[in-house]
């Protein structure tokens, strides 16, 4: 199965949008049109061309571009748990519109596995959303953490709360297969992100501690340079295991960089930024083209 | 008013001063209102050459703000923004020396700690100070417009009293004063006439 799977992404590498397509999408005049050209259609003609639907569409085809890794069953739950990251983005989301006034309308990923997006966009309270995510991996901590953000006002405990329990559940998953070891440094790109907040929650006891006081996430900038050493130290692994469960891991990262990088390009093309600042803040694939 | 139209007598004369002194009281108030009116005008102008600057922080902060909407997405970018509890800000329209100027209150502050990322945090505090100030240079701006605007119709007045009204009426008590002496000499002459007549018995029954 996992031969299969090794070749399959390197068909499937094929698909992805290449450097030289990113900087067709930079330069065209109709951004959309171009996307859609460039194999996008299909998931267009279901969301729409529309700004927010356009972005849905972008994501909606990251689900189709690994989907067709899903041939096995122990694979399907690994790959499923994968995509997953898009469902608790989306409690993150839904967590962050709860905390404020709820002013702007929120977006959601199109992908639901545990949690079907209209009973999750409907909780209108804290309490009916933590109840709501404790039937899934999200809420593992969500009730403690629910607990410290009643004593100490810390919103982003609940937050980090979130992204723990994901990254336990996506490992808990992996453990055993050759996804293991990617899914732990992909593990520690979140932790750089919240700091001591994830080792704190991995200690946590029922009480309360009011050390959370002190604590902050150490922010977007670290997490992005943490993410781009992860992407080199993937991309060197998939080079030299190019035959290997290293490929399909970096296949999968691509899926998802391929994804954020036109989310990003289409906002450029959206506020006139210029190009060289968007090239800037472009990831590279993990894999070689 | 046209000499002719002006009614010769004291009590017109007396009216008149009344009227000059009202008029020269009245200009006496108008310079002084627009004195107060121009250091409140220079005032607020010296507010509004920190504009440039601000500008300039807009301008900085707007980059920034566009390389973390890049990084966040827009996803995590209107999530973010929908953790914000909004800032509430109420528009009052104050009297300053009787001119109606606008006036920004901000009755509620906005609540940064809901949003978890410290960088955002700090760029969308930094933007709303840099808004707020923005908001804040705006009303200034408004409240020279309306003084300005104040001052060029108090000036209007002042000149008109000044160099129409005022002249206009001296020039009335000097008319009316002028012809009330030459009734006054006239009369005098025609009564000592009288007299003379009266005393040589060329008056007719005298």
């Given at each position: 199965m996992e031969n299969y799977l090794v070749v399959r992404s390197h068909g499937l590498k094929l698909h992805l949008i290449k450097p030289d397509d990113y900087e067709k999408l930079l330069k065209s005049e109709d951004p959309i049109n171009t996307l859609a050209a460039l194999g996008y259609d299909d998931v267009m003609n279901i969301y729409g061309r529309s700004w927010p639907e356009v972005l849905k569409a972008v994501y909606a085809k990251l689900v189709e571009k690994v989907r067709p890794l899903m041939v096995d069953e122990s694979y399907r739950k690994l790959l499923t748990a994968f995509l997953d990251r898009l469902e608790a983005a989306n409690c993150k989301i839904k967590l962050r519109e709860l905390m404020g006034e709820r002013t702007r309308p929120v977006l959601y990923y199109p992908y639901s596995h545990y949690l079907d997006l209209e009973p999750l966009s409907k909780a209108s309270d804290i309490h009916e959303y933590v109840s709501l995510l404790s039937e899934t991996p999200y809420g593992l901590k969500l009730r403690y953490a629910l607990e410290v953000y009643e004593k100490t006002g810390i919103t982003s405990i609940l937050e980090a709360s979130i992204d723990f329990s994901y990254c336990n559940y996506y490992l808990e998953i992996a453990k055993?297969?050759?996804f293991e070891k990617f899914v732990k440094m992909e593990k520690e790109v979140y932790k750089v992100y919240w700091g001591e907040l994830f080792d704190m929650l991995g200690k946590t006891t029922k009480s309360v501690t009011f050390d959370f006081l002190k604590i902050e996430p150490n922010g977007l900038s670290m997490q992005f340079s943490a993410l781009k050493d992860f992407l080199i130290k993937l991309k060197i692994m998939a080079k030299e295991?190019?035959?290997?469960?290293s490929y399909v891991y970096a296949y999968l990262i691509s899926c998802w960089i391929e994804a954020t990088n036109i989310e990003k390009i289409l906002i450029s093309k959206r506020l006139n930024i210029e190009s060289k600042t968007v090239r800037d803040m472009l990831l590279h694939y993990p894999l070689c083209f | 008013m046209s000499h002719s139209q002006v009614p010769i007598s004291r009590g017109t004369l007396l009216k008149l001063r009344e009227r000059l002194t009202v008029a020269r009281r009245g200009k006496e108030v108008l310079e002084m209102r627009r004195e107060q009116l121009v250091h409140e005008l220079l005032s607020s102008v010296e507010k509004i050459e920190g504009r440039s600057a601000l500008d300039d922080k807009l301008y900085e902060l707007f980059g920034e703000a566009v390389k973390l909407y890049l990084t966040l997405g827009e996803y995590g970018y209107r999530s973010m923004c929908s953790a914000l509890k909004a800032p509430k800000v109420e528009t009052l329209i104050e009297s300053l020396y009787g001119v109606k100027v606008p006036k920004v209150k901000v009755v509620k502050e906005p609540n940064f700690s809901t949003i978890s990322d410290p960088e955002v945090r700090r760029l969308a505090s930094a933007l709303y100070e840099a808004l707020k100030e923005a908001i804040s240079l705006a009303a200034e701006e408004e409240k020279v417009r309306a003084l300005a605007n104040h001052l060029e119709y108090v000036n209007r007045v002042t000149n008109s009293l000044e160099k129409i009204i005022i002249p206009q009426l001296e020039e009335l008590i000097r008319y009316v004063s002028e012809r009330l002496e030459e009734e006054m000499v006239s009369e005098f002459t025609a009564l000592k006439k009288l007299k003379r007549l009266r005393e040589h018995g060329e008056l007719p029954g005298s």
């Open positions: 055993g297969t050759a295991e190019s035959l290997d469960m | -």
